[in-house]
């Protein structure tokens, strides 16, 4: 699996020039993994494993992929190996072909700046991940991927700044650099920020895929420019994603180098005013209150707060406001309990918020409000167990302090909205094997069957999807088939939407599977006729499981015909044994 991830990595993150010089070892690489990991995955006993039936499913399709993929080549671009390798064997001061220099920047994708970037990160990987002095193929390399830069640089000079300013950009200091000092000094041009030119402590990515020193993107945006200064492109967005990537290399340049890596300043405090710290800090003072109106008010703050954007929920996180809020979740006030297990709803959108509010024993505190709350901070006690079970570590936890069947309480007695939010939470703790016999063991069965013959229920679609889940575990195949649930699934086999179609399929592959009375039950409904329907026009999984459930029919069939002529050929034997009485 290593060898195969980092084929993978090479494939995707790698220097494009050296994976087509390399071409042949590389693809030989990859036959070598293929075989192996189909060799390693045939020889596992998966009748002794207690995985469930669509798990099998999958393996045995994973399988009959690799086998297809032994031996298989896909067919080379000969034309592209010959131009690289003519120009890497060329000479320094040999002019190049454009017409062979187009061909090689569109071929290889690196048409943009940002393309060029990738490749120079990718070589300078490979040179630092080595431990030995790079070889001549790789400062060849780097010579040929200089050529291409400054082929494509030439056909689209660098647009650095509004029309008319081609010239120059402003730095972060409010000073014009030159573009020509772009190579000034060791520092690795991708580095550097394209408005500076200096080494970047804090890289972001806007909208157009470019990257930039924050502080000096801000400056940008901040002066009313909304257009992208490298590639002039409008910005749809002026959202600024860090780039973690390059933030690592440029720290391991800086670690190879001798130079202590840039500090950068943390996102809290750019993001927040000094003035809005301080109203934190207040906020966070209150919940801290031995006043119950105080603790409600702070809380009902914090909550609007931790809505409005991502920032004041990094903010008001790092401000210590997690445990105070898990703390209020068992208050006596019940408006004080709905507005911290909200507040730690809207905290937990950002994702390095989740693994705080589950380490601060916020769960415990969470299922108490999900069954003693009010309607509303069920609701939202629901939702949050939603959003923090995305982390599957958290499903684990979740399942094992008792979420489960307030969930299940709350998707049958819930408001609309109620049954929604206790739905997706459960369709998403399901997912981990361990939680599906709690969720049987829970009475979720029958709640699912009345959801799908409620002609109002407005719950199909979810409904569908847990109990398509729940059928791959053992109990969850025995409480299905208690609830008579046959007549139900073969009716949205035929009439359903593509996806509870395939859904309701699925359900009756594992039913069948486990006893054939459930097949001939089906059989007798007709669901021969729909599933033949469902074969030609159904979705891709919806295909796959009314294929499996024809031949498990037309399987059937053919036992019960050879025991119909065993059983002939038996009473034609016993005929021939009797005395001839004429």
């Known amino acids: 699996m290593e060898s195969a991830k980092e084929l993978l990595r090479l494939g995707s993150e790698g220097s494009k020039i050296y994976l087509v010089l390399e071409m042949d070892q590389i693809m030989k690489k990859y036959q070598e993994v293929t075989t192996r990991l189909e060799q390693d995955l045939s020889s596992v006993s998966f009748d002794k494993l207690e995985i469930s039936d669509e798990v099998k499913e999958q393996v045995e399709l994973v399988l009959s992929q690799f086998r297809r993929a032994n031996g298989r080549t896909d067919a080379t671009d000969v034309e592209l190996y010959e131009d690289l390798t003519s120009l890497y064997n060329k000479d320094d001061g040999v002019v190049e072909d454009p017409a062979v220099m187009k061909r090689l920047v569109e071929k290889l994708h690196l048409t943009e700046i940002t393309d060029l970037t990738h490749e120079s990160i990718a070589l300078h990987e490979m040179v630092t991940a080595s431990s030995e002095d790079p070889g001549e193929s790789i400062e060849k390399m780097s010579m040929l991927l200089k050529r291409i830069k400054d082929f494509v640089q030439t056909e689209s000079p660098f647009a650095g700044s509004p029309p008319g300013e081609s010239s120059a950009l402003p730095s972060c200091t409010g000073q014009v650099t030159s573009v020509k000092s772009l190579k000034n000094g060791a520092i690795p041009d991708d580095f550097r920020c394209p408005i500076s030119l200096e080494l970047m402590k804090d890289p972001v990515i806007v909208s157009t895929g470019q990257t930039y020193e924050r502080s000096c993107i801000v400056k940008w945006l901040e002066a009313g420019h909304r257009t992208c200064p490298k590639t002039q492109q409008s910005l749809t967005s002026t959202t600024l994603i860090p780039n973690y990537v390059l933030r690592s290399l440029i720290a391991q340049w800086c670690e190879t180098n ?23 800090e207040s906020l966070l ?24 954007n991502a920032d004041n929920r990094v903010a008001v996180a790092e401000a210590g406001a997690i445990p105070l809020l898990t703390h209020l979740l068992t208050a006596p006030d019940s408006r004080t309990q709905e507005h911290a297990v909200t507040a730690l709803l809207n905290l937990s959108i950002c994702e390095d918020n989740k693994g705080s509010i589950v380490s601060s024993g916020a769960v415990p505190g969470i299922v108490q409000v999900l069954r003693r709350g009010s309607m509303e901070a069920r609701e939202n006690a629901a939702a949050t167990l939603f959003s923090l079970s995305v982390i599957d570590e958290n499903k684990v936890t979740i399942g094992s302090l008792g979420a489960i069947p307030p969930l299940v309480l709350l998707l049958s007695e819930g408001t609309q909205r109620g049954k929604k939010d206790a739905a997706t939470a459960l369709f998403n703790l399901c997912i981990y094997q361990g939680n599906k016999g709690r969720a049987v063991r829970s009475g979720i069965i029958p709640t699912l069957m009345e959801l799908l013959t409620e002609p109002q229920s407005g719950m199909k679609d979810e409904a569908l999807a847990i109990l398509a889940i729940l059928s791959s575990h053992p109990e969850g195949k025995v409480a299905i088939g208690k609830a008579e649930a046959v007549p139900v699934l073969v009716e949205f086999i035929g009439s359903g939407s593509p996806r509870n179609k395939e859904n309701a399929a699925a359900v009756l592959v594992h039913l069948c599977s486990g006893d054939q009375k459930y097949l ?14 469902l074969l030609h026009n159904g979705t891709d999984r919806g295909k796959r499981k009314a294929g499996q459930l024809l031949e498990k029919m037309n399987r059937w069939a053919e036992q019960q015909k050879e025991l119909a002529q065993s059983a002939d050929n038996k009473s034609a034997e016993d005929q021939a044994d009797l005395p001839n009485n004429s």
């Open 258 to 280: 001798g130079m202590e890596p840039p500090k950068r300043v943390t996102r809290s405090a750019s993001a927040c005013t000094p003035a809005e710290r301080s109203m934190i």
């Open 285 to 308: 003072r209150k919940l801290s209150s031995v006043s119950p109106d105080d603790q409600r008010t702070a809380a009902g703050e914090i909550r609007l707060l931790a809505k409005r």
């Open 520 to 533: 001939v039950e089906a059989q007798e409904l007709g669901v021969m006729g729909v599933l033949v329907d």
